[in-house]
């Protein structure tokens, strides 16, 4: 088992800046990816991106170049940086975990899920 914990959302203004952090701990050895995802209010939740580790981050189109996904191994945590915040940007984030491979844009395959953080972009 992998416990995730998600911390760092808030409320922000447009054009800011925010860092969530996600806390890996239990079988962190398994892991094979850890990405995020975001559920906007009434919409489906959404691929964000993916730190894998036989690769650099992957990300979706609508962040690529505003957000950057780090990992501290020694810490088990992965972080999403996130600048350039608009408000289509706010929802709940979650963070996600998988002991398989694939490219990890998906949610099938991931076994572990955090509980989410809310971030909120103001224009």
């Known amino acids: 088992q992998v416990h995730l914990v998600e911390s760092g959302g808030g409320l922000v203004q447009a054009g800011g800046s925010l860092r969530l952090s996600c806390a890996a701990s239990?079988?962190?050895?398994?892991?094979?990816?850890m990405a995020w995802f975001r559920q906007a209010p009434g919409k489906e939740r959404d691929f964000v991106g993916v730190?894998?580790?036989?690769?650099?981050?992957y990300y979706a189109d609508s962040v690529k170049g505003r957000f950057t996904i780090s990992r501290d191994s020694a810490k088990d945590t992965v972080y999403l940086q996130m600048n350039s915040l608009k408000p289509e940007d706010t929802g709940v984030y979650y963070c996600?975990?998988?002991?398989?491979?694939?490219?990890?844009?998906?949610?099938?395959?991931?076994?572990?899920w955090g509980q989410g953080t809310q971030v909120t972009v103001s224009s």
């Open positions: 996600a975990a998988r002991s398989t491979s694939g490219t990890g844009y998906a949610e099938q395959g991931y076994h572990y």
């Open positions: 239990g079988r962190t050895f398994d892991i094979y990816a």
């Open positions: 730190w894998r580790t036989d690769s650099m981050g």
